[in-house]
Structures are given as structure tokens and as C-alpha cells.
């Protein structure tokens, strides 16, 4: 898989959207990237994933460039229950029965502030 | 709520015992993989389970090992404590079917080895 690079931490004002970006310069045409975020005390939680499309869900929009050497992860309204670290992920699609674990990174702590 | 359950949520262990942690996947989750988060430190793969054969493990020595049972239930067990083997166990379940789309992770065993 792919080595993602992210900035270790962000603020972002209560309300406002976050904008959280990772480089994988050498993903390769068949990586997707996902995006992970692991609240306090708990265990990570799946946020999105995309290929070459951007995407949107009811969590957040994944923007991908056109090389797919970058992307960015978008909060469009961050609340205080969005402090987080959030990591980003490159991994091939995985066959029933083959393993394909999530190589995590050290991700972006994020702190939306009141 | 995850789906999936850990137990014990804490534990303090002995340097050289042995300790034994346990997973409850959501029902049809097929495949189950077991993560060591060291304090401050994304997650690292340990291995993972499919149909009750580990089909994948990571860089962890043979004295973790695991088991995977019918019910969709697993467990992590590790030999000989190491001071190091301190950390969160995060344990994640997927359908071969719903991989691709992320992985549930429950909220971890905090182990203590002292």
C-alpha cells in the first residue's frame, strides 16, 4: 500500500468547514483512499472512500485530484464532536478470503474549537 | 452502537503471564482482524481471520496468536508479556462482501502489562 503523508495537527472554528488534506504521491492505479477518524478512547471509525471520483456521504466529501497524487477530506460544518484523529489510507480492494489489512499512519489530529 | 464488542474494555497483567482478549463481531461478519495501538500511535496489524484460518498477519512474533470461532466471535491471546505489549488491542470486523467499504472496529482493550 501506498505511504500517505498528513499534517500531525489542525484547528478548525465550531461551524466552519475543515478541510484535512493527505499526499500519496506513489499510489498506484488500483489503491483506493480511505479516510478513518478514531474519537478519544474509542476505536477508528470508516469515513469514505474513493477512487478517482470525488464522493460525498452524510459524514463528509472526499476530493481527489486528477493524478490522485493527493486528496482532501472535507467537514462542511465541523462541530466539537468532530475532534478526532483522522487518517488517511491507500489500499487495493480486497478478495473475500485475502487479507488486506489498514496501514495507519500517525493521521491529523483535528481540534474544532468553540 | 459499533457492532462489535471487546472484553475485557481494561487489563492489568504480570510481565511473562499470559492474557487472553476477546471480540464479538457483528452477525455475518466473516473476516476479523486484531490491531495493537501503542499511546500515540495509529493502529498496527496484527493479523486477520477469514472463515476461522488466519489468511494474514503482520509483524508481531508467533507468541500472538488468535482464534476464530462459528459464532463470529475471536480471540487474541499473547504469551510471555513483554513490558511493550502495552497498548490498546482494537479488534474489526468485515463481511467479505462489505470490505471494501470499511472495516467496524470495536473500542479496544486497554491492556496494562507491568
Known amino acids: 500500500d501506498a505511504k500517505t503523508t498528513q499534517p500531525p495537527s489542525m484547528d478548525c472554528a465550531e461551524g466552519r468547514a475543515a478541510n484535512l488534506p493527505c499526499n500519496h504521491s506513489t499510489i498506484s492505479g488500483n489503491e483506493y483512499v480511505y479516510w478513518y477518524r478514531q474519537i478519544h478512547s474509542q476505536g477508528p471509525q470508516y469515513i469514505i472512500h474513493?477512487?478517482?471520483n470525488n464522493e460525498t456521504n452524510e459524514m463528509a466529501s472526499l476530493i481527489i485530484t486528477e493524478d490522485r497524487k493527493s486528496s482532501t477530506l472535507i467537514l462542511p460544518h465541523a462541530t466539537l464532536r468532530d475532534t478526532a484523529v483522522y487518517y488517511c489510507i491507500a489500499r487495493g480492494l480486497q478478495n473475500s478470503g485475502s487479507a488486506r489489512q489498514l496501514t495507519f499512519g500517525s493521521g491529523t489530529q483535528l481540534t474544532v474549537l468553540p | 452502537e459499533t457492532g462489535v464488542t471487546q472484553s475485557p474494555t481494561h487489563l492489568i497483567k504480570t510481565r511473562g503471564q499470559q492474557v487472553t482478549l476477546r471480540c464479538s463481531s457483528q452477525s455475518g461478519h466473516n473476516t476479523v482482524s486484531w490491531y495493537q495501538q501503542a499511546l500515540g500511535q495509529g493502529p498496527q496489524f496484527i493479523f486477520q481471520y477469514y472463515r476461522e484460518e488466519e489468511n494474514g498477519r503482520g509483524n508481531f512474533p508467533p507468541r500472538f496468536s488468535g482464534l476464530q470461532f462459528p459464532n463470529y466471535s475471536s480471540e487474541l491471546n499473547v504469551n510471555a508479556l513483554e513490558l511493550d505489549d502495552s497498548a490498546l488491542y482494537l479488534c474489526?470486523?468485515?463481511?467479505?462482501?462489505?470490505?471494501?467499504?470499511?472495516?467496524?472496529f470495536g473500542s479496544g482493550t486497554r491492556l496494562t502489562v507491568v
Open positions: 474489526a470486523s468485515s463481511s467479505g462482501r462489505i470490505a471494501n467499504y470499511g472495516y467496524t
Open positions: 474513493g477512487l478517482k
